[in-house]
């Protein structure tokens, strides 16, 4: 009763390509290849569980894994459409959804909170729930079997270390559904069922210290705004979040945060969990790393250290001017550039401007080029050429692969730059 209310269906959809009769009859006789048509289908549908009153839903990644769309429905039946936030990889198995309110729609959501990653005991009784096909909420009940399994291939490899065991019957449908123990806190995601024959199937459940470690990659400020700080906190229950990691040379260590330190308070407020704290830290209309957003915003951090409390001011730095700092360049999305490229299948970031004395300058880097990747890294995005730069030390090689217009005919050329970051 007090946590069903957060327990979720989740239904997805794909864009399937197809060519009817007559499509292959003009093809044939006539020669005529017309596109293939593209209509909506129903594809998986699962279940996910809300995790932030502000509508953040936890799930499994096969479950909206190439998604076209993806809807959620509610306890009480209401439906909303959502958007796959951040992405965990398949070997995680983990993905955060966001719910999107109707326009003048204000309204918070019930979630459920997290138990303590150490908080688990071998024979306790747990529950599995789930929504499966929206039918409503399901329940079964079982015990913790076993806290570290490593289940062999079956139909589906099941390759990841270290899931629960249960033999709550996991339903078809509740995947991505939470597993609870009796307090009603999430201590695992339901994923899977190993059946060998006709047996009875062993349930698995990805682990609560799992998705606190992807929680606190899901709302890294990086990832979810395109700025720098250079930290990852990690959650415990209902515990104070505390630094996890602290990244050599970033906005966080230059604060003076430190790995072990509990969060008291952000910008004068208490964080209650990761999604609050990235919101508080971040703050209302924060850059999002286009070019034009030179400085990010400055969040005040209280924290405790050994029972004494202390005052950090970080400023966030925008992707945009890290790599500006660091290479000298300015990058921009090739659909916000408008680009002659635009349109050729390339994928990269456009070279817009090349600071003069800087590091690129001096390499010989143009603008007008698109950057391709970065020491072999694919430059899909600022997040991702800023993710491999941040971890770069003054005076270190750093290898540019670029794509320029050939200089004599059709067509271009690729090549390779060493630039040393600044």
Known sequence: EKVMPAVVNIATARIVEYRDFYDELLREFYGVNRPPRRQEEPAVSGSG???DEEGYVLTNFHVVRGASRVQVKLFDGSLYEAEP?????????????????????????????????????????????GNPYGLGGSVSRGILSSKNRRPSAGDEPLNVEDWLQTDAAINP?????????????????NVAVFRQGQG?????????????????????????????FGARIGQSGSEPLFVRSVQNGSPAERAGLRVGQ???????????????????????????????ADKGPTATLVVEQNGRRLSCRVELMP??????????????????AGAAWVGMGIEGLLIDDVLKDGPAARAR???????????????????????????KRPGELVTLTVLAPRRAGPGV?????PVTVR
């Open 49 to 51: 569980v809300l995790i």
């Open 173 to 189: 449908g509740n995947s991505g559904g939470p597993l609870v123990n009796l307090r009603g806190e999430l201590i695992g995601i």
């Open 262 to 292: 509990r969060i008291v308070q952000v910008n004068g407020v208490a964080p209650k969990n990761l999604a609050a704290f990235n919101r508080l830290l971040t703050g209302e209309g924060a850059p999002t790393g286009s070019a034009a």
């Open 85 to 129: 936030r951040y992405l965990a990889t398949a070997q995680k198995d983990v993905a955060l959804l966001k719910l999107r309110l109707r326009p003048g729609e204000k309204r918070t959501f019930p979630a459920m909170k997290l138990a303590r990653d150490d908080d688990l005991l071998l024979g306790e009784t747990v529950l599995a729930m």
């Open 365 to 391: 880097l143009q603008r007008g080029l698109i950057l391709r990747a970065v020491d072999g890294q694919p430059a899909r995005s600022l997040l991702a050429v800023g993710e491999v730069l941040s971890n």
């Open 200 to 228: 009875m199937g062993v349930g698995f459940a990805i682990p609560v210290k799992q998705i606190a470690a992807a929680l606190s990659d899901f709302f890294a400020p990086e990832l979810t705004d395109g700025l720098w």
């Open 413 to 417: 050329v690729e090549y390779q730059v």
């Open 319 to 336: 992707f945009a001017e890290l790599v500006r700092q660091k290479i000298g360049l300015t990058l921009l999305e090739l659909r916000e």
